[in-house]
């Protein structure tokens, strides 16, 4: 603290902190209010906080005008605040992507011409939203057996489409969803301990939102989103 005594507030903090400090100092000083706002500035331990900050003129027994100031050191609550308003937003994006995970789903049951409708809307979504997949899976019979067949789909390969042309209930994510007849999210793939996740890996998938599509209370396919990147 006696370091600070008799020194210009320049010759204490880098130009990018003292600047803002001594423009607050100046309003109290020209316009004779008190002054609360959040400055940034060094802790005791070095490390950069927020301060929550009230200034406030003083005038001496000689009428000269000085400046006093009291802080009080916000970082945490700050942080807590940033952290909770992130958490809010994952939150409310979250629910609003399965909320059009769900519309779409209602659209897909409706529409005569469900192959135009998923082109068209993942082509509006695709950037939007962050997506490189969309697989749209009817029941169908397959060598005498009930399974998943992949009747719309983007940004897989010929290949890939070979493989999982059809699944068995129960195989992959989307097989997982129309055996649960639940919605599936997985928001990190790559951590998945999930066994029906290996075709998500395979693909690089990181993240995967799956719906089922039921009508009248009978299981009709799947549709699923997933993306690269998210």
């Not at 940034?40 to 003083?58: C, H, M, N, Q, W």
């Not at 509006?124 to 029941?139: E, G, P, R, V, W």
């Not at 639940?182 to 998945?192: D, E, G, K, P």
Request: aromatic share 8%; with cysteine; proline share 3%.
């Amino acid at each position: 603290k006696n370091k600070a005594i008799n020194k210009n507030i320049f010759e204490l903090y880098p130009a990018q902190i003292a600047q803002p400090l001594l423009d607050n100092i100046r309003m109290v000083a020209e316009t004779n209010q008190v002054v609360e706002t959040i400055e940034s500035a060094p802790r005791t331990d070095g490390t950069l906080g927020e301060f929550l900050v009230y200034k406030f003129p003083i005038a001496d027994a000689s009428g000269q005008r000085l400046v006093g100031g009291v802080a009080i050191d916000i970082t945490e609550r700050e942080r807590a605040l940033r952290e909770r308003q992130l958490a809010e937003q994952a939150l409310q994006e979250r629910s609003e992507r399965l909320k059009l995970l769900s519309e779409t789903t209602s659209d897909l049951l409706s529409t005569e011409r469900p192959l135009d409708l998923m082109n068209s809307l993942f082509s509006k979504l695709s950037a939007q939203m962050d997506l490189h997949f969309y697989f749209h899976y009817l029941i169908d019979t397959h060598e005498n057996k009930q399974k998943l067949r992949l009747v719309a789909w983007n940004g897989i390969t010929d290949q890939v489409f070979q493989a999982i042309q059809y699944l068995e209930f129960n195989e992959g994510m989307c097989g997982q969803v129309a055996e649960e007849r639940r919605q599936v999210v997985i928001n990190n793939v790559l951590y998945s301990a999930h066994p029906n996740a290996q075709i998500l890996h395979n693909l690089g998938i990181t993240a995967y939102a799956g719906q089922p599509l039921i009508a009248q209370g009978k299981l009709l396919g799947v549709l699923s989103f997933a993306s690269r990147t998210r």
